[in-house]
């Protein structure tokens, strides 16, 4: 076994366990993700569903990575050392190629996602699919309609409507419709508070993505100057020449004659 710096084998090793403990931390919240979704009705399944499967196999894939790296830092072993460099390099470009498009587009995501909504308007002639997603949003971040309670038209639907202790709260307004009818609705309108999380997401994501690049990075680092230790002191002893023939005098200084007088 090829000995190398201590220093740097223990700061692999313990890359690799934080590293562990990120792929731990990401199953744990796809699992807390599953609970609350079961918990609420499991709305929107398939893509829940995707998600999920997605951060289960990202943190699993994680969690083997470290796992590999820190039996490689702990035994000195060339080869895993070898494959987890390959996946540093792999991850790093990765994690890259996701975060570098998403920061781009990011100033331009609330004017994108703004247009994107505004097609579905007037919302009470829209399909009902999107009628649907409307009314669960409202119900859920107690909003109505999209940009202006307007959206309905006249056809404002109960979940716009305030009950007596939300209208308490302050949290309502009074409207009448072209038909005189009089309506305690939410005051909030939706659109803002669905940009405000969607650019909150898209930052997550953007910081996710630059500090597991920045994690690759290192651990590419670490694991290239180990394998580096380990080549050099393999060759080292090959390349030192034995000092029992260079402490020996010649054989022929024993057969010279003494001088002569």
Request: net charge positive.
């Given at each position: 076994m090829a000995h190398v710096n201590i220093c740097i084998k223990r700061l692999l090793t313990i890359f690799n366990i934080f590293f562990a403990i990120i792929g731990g931390l990401i199953i744990a919240f796809a699992f807390l993700g599953q609970t609350l979704s079961s918990?609420?009705?499991g709305g929107n399944v398939e893509g829940r569903g995707a998600g999920l499967i997605v951060l289960y196999l990202f943190g699993s894939v994680t969690m083997v990575i470290a796992v590999l790296?820190?039996?490689g830092s702990h035994k000195e072993?060339?080869?895993?050392?070898?494959?987890?460099?390959?996946?540093?390099?792999?991850?790093?470009?990765?994690m890259l190629r996701g975060g570098i498009p998403l920061a781009t587009m990011r100033p331009m995501l609330a004017g994108v996602l703004e247009q994107k909504f505004?097609?579905?308007?007037?919302?009470d002639t829209a399909s009902r699919a999107d009628r649907n997603?409307?009314?669960?949003?409202?119900?859920?971040?107690?909003?109505?309609?999209?940009?202006s309670y307007r959206d309905w038209e006249d056809s404002i639907p109960d979940t716009c409507l305030c009950s007596g202790a939300e209208e308490r709260e302050g949290i309502c307004q009074n409207v009448i419709t072209t038909h005189l009818e009089q309506k305690v609705i939410y005051e909030k309108t939706c659109f803002p508070i669905l940009r405000n999380y969607v650019l909150l997401l898209a930052d997550i994501m953007i910081g996710v993505f630059f500090t597991l690049a920045v994690l690759?990075?290192?651990?590419?680092?670490?694991s290239s100057v180990m394998i580096h230790q380990m080549r050099?002191?393999?060759?080292?002893?090959?390349?030192?020449?034995?000092?029992?023939?260079?402490?020996?005098?010649?054989?022929?200084?024993e057969?010279?004659?003494?001088?002569?007088?």
């Open positions: 918990s609420h009705g790296g820190a039996y072993s060339k080869g895993c050392l070898i494959a987890f460099l390959v996946c540093m390099v792999i991850g790093s470009l990765v505004r097609t579905a308007l007037p919302l997603m409307a009314e669960s949003i409202q119900q859920e971040l107690q909003c109505c309609g999209l940009f690759a990075l290192l651990g590419l680092a670490l050099h002191a393999l060759r080292a002893p090959m390349m030192t020449v034995p000092t029992i023939f260079s402490a020996m005098p010649p054989k022929y200084e057969l010279k004659n003494p001088p002569e007088y």
